[in-house]
């Protein structure tokens, strides 16, 4: 893994790239069982396409637990176990799939994933006719996905419509070449990215998202505490990671350190606000609070939704 700099570039096998596989093989490890609460058919798929061993180990199912168990004080905590991920990767996945399906029904058509990397939210989920579902993100992951599900027969069921620009760059520019529309109400998604901006970069994609953002509009992505933005919370999961094989490093690609939170830039660009601590996420979807160990570190973090009056 290498530091962050402004320029830097990466695969789907490396720094922010690998971050993107990873999730995909939490997904598509959430998925199976009997009763699943979410249901991914094509992540498996992909993260065998990618062909990181760690992460095809865990998209199979056969992550079963630490390789080198921590030891000392806290050492039972479930910071560690299989469970966790799983817990993790699914309440976060249904958060942002039910948003989306929420919004749809609300009457929005057009919808703007976010640094979509491995997401195949355009495949799977039942869009209604005339939705059109934006992905924004590097051209050569873009190309790998459309490529890899085109080759197993998988079709969009929206009007895909890619745009590969990076994030750094004039990327509102792009989407409007690509058919968007911002006299429409749209449906964005920021899953899992805010921590890989730096503070004035997450400020300047928000100033975007609004001046793009049609009355009716709304946002979704992870609400932030002050706790979870110090590195203690990327060197925790750092750690977890690697007891399970990963080689991922956040601590070098998260950006801590003091930066305005989202629901305070938003609110204060006129979005109405809603946050949803992750205890209540966990609860809504029948699953157990996370131990006092995240607790502690991630304060009151959860989920955001921001609507556009």
Same mark, same amino acid.
């Given at each position: 893994m290498t530091t962050r700099s402004d320029g830097d570039t990466w695969d789907l096998a490396s720094s922010v790239g690998a971050t993107a596989t990873s999730v995909a093989a939490t997904r598509a490890f959430a998925s199976r069982g009997p009763d699943p609460l979410i249901h991914d058919p094509y992540a498996a798929l992909l993260v065998e396409a990618v062909g990181v061993p760690h992460f095809m180990k865990v998209a199979r199912g056969e992550m079963e637990g630490p390789t080198d168990p921590p030891t000392g004080p806290g050492a039972e905590d479930p910071l560690f176990g299989p469970d966790v991920v799983l817990h993790q990767i699914a309440v976060r996945t249904r958060f942002f799939d039910d948003f989306l399906v929420s919004a749809t029904r609300r009457g929005i058509r057009q919808a703007v994933i976010l640094a979509s990397g491995l997401d195949?939210?355009?495949?799977?989920?039942? %869009?209604?006719?005339?939705?059109?579902?934006?992905?924004?993100?590097?051209?050569?992951?873009?190309?790998?996905?459309?490529?890899?599900?085109?080759?197993?027969?998988?079709?969009?069921?929206?009007?895909?419509?890619?745009?590969?620009?990076?994030?750094?760059?004039? %990327?509102?520019?792009?989407?409007?070449?690509?058919?968007?529309?911002?006299?429409?109400?749209?449906? %964005?998604?920021?899953?899992?990215?805010?921590?890989?901006?730096?503070?004035?970069?997450?400020?300047r994609l928000l100033d975007s998202i609004t001046a793009l953002s049609a009355p009716g509009s709304a946002l979704a992505t992870e609400h932030m505490d002050v706790k979870a933005l110090t590195g203690d919370w990327a060197k925790e999961l750092t750690a977890r990671g690697r007891r399970f094989g990963s080689d991922i490093d956040l601590t070098e690609l998260f950006y801590t350190g003091p930066r305005t939170p989202a629901a305070e830039h938003l609110g204060s660009a006129g979005w109405q606000v809603d946050l949803l601590p992750t205890a209540q996420a966990y609860a809504a979807n029948g699953f157990p609070p996370p131990g006092d160990r995240i607790t502690a570190m991630i304060g009151d973090s959860g989920y955001l939704t921001a609507t556009r009056t």
């Open positions: 195949t939210r355009a495949y799977r989920l039942a %869009w209604p006719d005339g939705t059109v579902v934006f992905e924004i993100d590097q051209p050569e992951v873009i190309e790998f996905k459309t490529r890899v599900l085109a080759e197993a027969g998988a079709a969009p069921a929206a009007d895909r419509r890619t745009v590969g620009v990076d994030l750094r760059d004039d %990327w509102p520019a792009k989407l409007r070449e690509s058919g968007f529309d911002p006299a429409r109400p749209t449906a %964005w998604i920021a899953e899992g990215l805010l921590p890989y901006l730096p503070p004035d970069a997450q400020d």
